[in-house]
């Protein structure tokens, strides 16, 4: 990987690119798009606009996070399943003080989630389910058996609240938010995160589709802290000064 800006390098390692500016509370949303701003492919998912810097740049993004904030939506359409580290980032994320892989974290309204998936069964860190407290209660009892239960807000899932207690009760300051779309547009319109990672894949796909982010309440200024390529792909890092979180 190479880095343009600030000061020209060759040979970046992803996992140093990938490095938060300090040690504090941060939210970041990872995020890939066609250079017409389409979120997904041909099949509906994102993995096929990404080439192998852009995943190298997601493992890195995670190996970094204590918890990986997923919308429902994103999780039933690509299949997540729990933080699986190499064993090269392991060692590097084990250096920086983090031993166990970061937590999955689900964003979801209705919980209508496999609780006999993967994500689940096979997760060393366990998974978190975000919800809000109109859901059914054998449900929201269900998820807390699978994993772990939060629940912020009565009838939709207060965000601003939920990120509080990820960090304050569950330990999970460093939040790596991978969308999609609508989880995206919830986090950037609550101004919640304080860093966007878009990386632009050299493509126009010309087809109809879930975008980047919808409408927001008013515009996010963003401010450029570095570009990294590889093979053509943009990974662009800003920083967004408005954020409250
Ligand atoms: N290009 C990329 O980097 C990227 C990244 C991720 C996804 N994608 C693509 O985006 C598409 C999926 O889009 P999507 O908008 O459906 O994804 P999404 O935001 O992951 O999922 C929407 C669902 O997540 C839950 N959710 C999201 N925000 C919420 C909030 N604020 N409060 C409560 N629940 C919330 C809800 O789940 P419930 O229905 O369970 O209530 C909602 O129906 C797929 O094609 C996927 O491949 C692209």
Same mark, same amino acid.
């Given at each position: 990987? $190479?880095?343009?800006?600030?000061?020209?390098? /060759?040979?970046?390692?992803?996992?140093?690119?990938?490095?938060?500016?300090?040690?504090?509370?941060?939210l970041?949303?990872n995020?890939?798009?066609?250079?017409?701003?389409?979120a997904?492919?041909? *099949?509906g998912?994102? #993995?096929?606009?990404?080439?192998?810097?852009d995943?190298?740049?997601? $493992?890195?993004?995670?190996a970094?996070? *204590?918890?990986i904030? %997923?919308?429902?939506?994103?999780a039933?359409?690509?299949g997540?399943?729990?933080?699986?580290?190499? !064993?090269d980032?392991?060692?590097?994320?084990?250096? =920086?003080?983090? =031993?166990?892989? !970061? !937590?999955?974290?689900?964003?979801?309204?209705?919980?209508?989630?496999?609780?006999?998936?993967e994500?689940?069964?096979?997760?060393?860190?366990?998974?978190?389910?975000?919800?809000?407290?109109a859901?059914?209660?054998?449900?929201?009892?269900?998820?807390?058996?699978?994993?772990?239960?939060?629940?912020?807000? /009565?009838?939709?899932? =207060?965000?601003?609240l939920? %990120?509080r207690?990820l960090? /304050?009760?569950?330990?999970?300051?460093?939040?790596?938010?991978?969308?999609?779309?609508r989880?995206?547009?919830?986090?950037? #319109?609550?101004?919640?995160?304080? /860093?966007?990672?878009?990386? %632009?894949?050299?493509?126009v796909l010309g087809a109809?589709?879930?975008?980047?982010? #919808?409408r927001?309440? #008013?515009?996010?200024?963003?401010?450029?802290?570095?570009v990294?390529?590889?093979?053509?792909?943009?990974?662009?890092?800003?920083?967004?000064?408005?954020?409250?979180?």
């Amino acid at each position: 990987m $190479r880095r343009l800006l600030p000061l020209p390098a /060759e040979d970046v390692d992803p996992y140093d690119a990938a490095r938060p500016a300090g040690d504090g509370p941060l939210l970041r949303i990872n995020f890939v798009v066609s250079a017409d701003g389409l979120a997904a492919d041909e *099949d509906g998912r994102s #993995g096929g606009l990404g080439g192998p810097g852009d995943h190298d740049l997601f $493992r890195a993004l995670r190996a970094h996070a *204590d918890g990986i904030l %997923v919308g429902a939506g994103t999780a039933r359409t690509e299949g997540y399943g729990p933080h699986r580290l190499r !064993a090269d980032l392991a060692a590097r994320r084990a250096a =920086d003080g983090r =031993d166990r892989p !970061a !937590a999955i974290v689900l964003v979801t309204r209705s919980l209508a989630l496999d609780l006999t998936s993967e994500v689940f069964t096979a997760a060393v860190t366990p998974t978190v389910v975000v919800t809000c407290a109109a859901t059914p209660a054998a449900a929201r009892a269900a998820a807390a058996r699978a994993g772990v239960l939060v629940v912020a807000g /009565e009838d939709q899932v =207060d965000l601003p609240l939920a %990120v509080r207690l990820l960090r /304050e009760d569950h330990g999970l300051a460093h939040l790596l938010c991978e969308g999609g779309p609508r989880l995206v547009q919830s986090v950037l #319109g609550a101004g919640l995160a304080d /860093e966007l990672c878009l990386t %632009v894949a050299p493509l126009v796909l010309g087809a109809e589709g879930p975008r980047f982010v #919808g409408r927001l309440p #008013g515009r996010v200024p963003l401010d450029l802290a570095s570009v990294h390529d590889q093979g053509g792909e943009l990974f662009l890092r800003y920083r967004i000064p408005a954020a409250r979180g």
